[in-house]
């Protein structure tokens, strides 16, 4: 049972990541597969802010030495969640959104020169055209 | 072609499900990501930087670098978007 | 591909709502420091304020508000800013980026000099990133179509 509540919250973001995954791969329409890699993604950054969390914690915004009356007493450090998974995660979720952009953008030229968004009718084009 | 998309997927999940039976418990203050660094930039920040929030001060002092390479990656993406998309009338 | 669809509701009420949106966009910026905040997420916000703009009333009305070429000039400004401020520290004979030396340009101690660099530099994140979201959305939505398409 220790076993279960110690590791459950690693397993519910492995279970998000297969789902990702498996869009990723299974389906045919380009916007699908795109849509598979954001949950991948968002699924990724989850996992990394849960390793950060400590029991008992709060927010990593220093309450010793903030106002006037007590300043300089010493930190203890158990009482706030590690900030550093916050931090690299931060650069992650702008990678997400530039990814984005950036295969929305290829999407876009794709459609305008086969006409069409399913990937098997796209290969059978480009076979097509290859053989005349 | 699904089936084998299937397959793979959940292979690829039990190697991870097996994979975090030796990674630390959920909460755990003594795991190896709370006690490398973090305690020293939550220790000094006030008395270094004079801002409480940690997060600030980690991501635009101490890790200031990596946050410039960042701001580059989004004006490129920004860039890209005009580059593909643009035609001439 | 965005038409104009006229919506009396919705026009009203984005009309009111979008300026103290920005209001409080610059103020999650500004109070990076004291609460949960800071440059990338203000930036954020201030995009999805232009983009309320374009889904409520027109593109041409959006960008009557924020031209193409204001855009891209913003969006390299942020990037000016936070390079400029490492070169200052450079020039002061410091390291790149260490903005404990401002303190020989400016009457602070050597923590408040620090603060004011993390300051300065995420005001040119917010303004890069927000910049880029509205760059992003007014290209994806309008499929590179143009009427004035400065060549």
Same mark, same amino acid.
């Given at each position: 049972?220790?076993?279960?509540?110690?590791?459950? =919250?690693?397993?519910?973001?492995?279970?998000?990541?297969?789902?990702?995954?498996?869009?990723?791969?299974?389906?045919?329409?380009?916007?699908?597969?795109?849509?598979?890699?954001?949950?991948?993604?968002?699924?990724?950054?989850?996992?990394?802010?849960?390793?950060?969390?400590?029991?008992?914690?709060?927010?990593?915004?220093?309450?010793?030495?903030?106002?006037?009356?007590?300043?300089?007493?010493?930190?203890?450090?158990?009482?706030?969640?590690?900030?550093?998974?916050?931090?690299?995660?931060?650069?992650?979720?702008?990678?997400?959104?530039?990814?984005?952009?950036?295969?929305?953008?290829?999407?876009?030229?794709?459609? !305008?020169?086969?006409?069409?968004?399913?990937?098997?009718?796209?290969?059978?084009?480009? #076979?097509?055209?290859?053989?005349? | 072609?699904?089936?084998?998309?299937?397959?793979?997927?959940?292979?690829?999940?039990? /190697?991870?499900?097996?994979?975090?039976?030796?990674?630390?418990?959920?909460?755990?203050?003594?795991?190896?990501?709370?006690?490398?660094?973090?305690?020293?930039?939550?220790?000094?920040?006030?008395?270094?930087?004079?801002?409480? =929030?940690?997060?600030?001060?980690?991501?635009?002092?101490?890790?200031?670098?990596?946050?410039?390479?960042?701001?580059?990656?989004?004006?490129?993406?920004?860039?890209?978007?005009?580059?593909?998309?643009?035609? #001439?009338? | 591909?965005?038409?104009?669809?006229? =919506?009396?509701?919705?026009?009203?009420?984005? !009309?009111? /709502?979008?300026?103290?949106?920005?209001?409080?966009?610059?103020?999650?910026?500004?109070?990076?420091?004291?609460?949960?905040?800071?440059?990338?997420?203000?930036?954020?916000?201030?995009?999805?304020?232009?983009?309320?703009?374009?889904?409520?009333?027109?593109?041409?009305?959006?960008?009557?508000?924020?031209?193409?070429?204001?855009?891209?000039?913003?969006?390299?400004?942020?990037?000016?800013?936070?390079?400029?401020?490492?070169?200052?520290?450079?020039?002061?004979?410091? =390291?790149?980026?260490?903005?404990?030396?401002?303190?020989?340009?400016?009457?602070?101690?050597?923590?408040?000099?620090?603060?004011?660099?993390?300051?300065?530099?995420?005001?040119?994140?917010?303004?890069?990133?927000?910049?880029?979201?509205?760059?992003?959305?007014?290209?994806?939505?309008?499929?590179?179509?143009?009427?004035?398409?400065?060549?």
């Amino acid at each position: 049972m220790e076993f279960i509540i110690g590791k459950f =919250n690693y397993w519910i973001y492995i279970v998000l990541m297969m789902i990702g995954f498996y869009a990723m791969i299974a389906k045919s329409n380009l916007v699908k597969k795109l849509v598979g890699m954001n949950i991948f993604q968002t699924a990724i950054i989850l996992f990394f802010i849960s390793i950060g969390s400590k029991k008992g914690a709060t927010i990593p915004i220093i309450q010793e030495g903030a106002t006037g009356d007590a300043v300089n007493q010493a930190v203890n450090v158990a009482r706030y969640i590690n900030p550093l998974p916050h931090v690299l995660m931060l650069t992650a979720i702008v990678v997400m959104v530039s990814t984005f952009g950036v295969a929305m953008a290829l999407i876009i030229m794709i459609f !305008r020169k086969y006409k069409t968004l399913e990937e098997d009718e796209i290969l059978e084009i480009m #076979r097509s055209e290859e053989n005349k | 072609m699904r089936f084998f998309a299937l397959i793979a997927v959940i292979i690829t999940g039990a /190697l991870l499900i097996y994979a975090t039976v030796d990674m630390p418990n959920w909460g755990d203050p003594n795991s190896p990501a709370n006690i490398h660094v973090s305690p020293r930039y939550i220790e000094k920040t006030i008395e270094e930087t004079a801002t409480p =929030n940690a997060v600030t001060s980690v991501v635009a002092d101490y890790r200031g670098y990596d946050t410039l390479g960042e701001t580059t990656v989004i004006f490129t993406s920004g860039i890209i978007c005009i580059l593909l998309l643009r035609r #001439r009338k | 591909m965005i038409g104009r669809f006229d =919506n009396v509701i919705i026009q009203t009420i984005s !009309r009111l /709502l979008i300026p103290p949106i920005q209001l409080f966009a610059l103020y999650v910026i500004a109070h990076g420091h004291y609460s949960p905040g800071g440059g990338f997420q203000g930036g954020c916000i201030l995009g999805a304020s232009f983009i309320l703009m374009v889904i409520a009333y027109d593109i041409k009305e959006a960008k009557r508000m924020m031209s193409e070429k204001v855009n891209t000039i913003f969006s390299s400004l942020g990037v000016i800013i936070y390079s400029g401020i490492g070169v200052v520290c450079l020039i002061l004979s410091a =390291n790149y980026l260490d903005y404990g030396i401002l303190n020989k340009i400016m009457p602070v101690t050597i923590a408040e000099a620090r603060a004011l660099g993390i300051f300065g530099v995420e005001v040119g994140v917010g303004i890069t990133v927000m910049a880029v979201m509205v760059s992003i959305f007014l290209n994806l939505a309008s499929g590179g179509e143009h009427e004035e398409a400065e060549e």
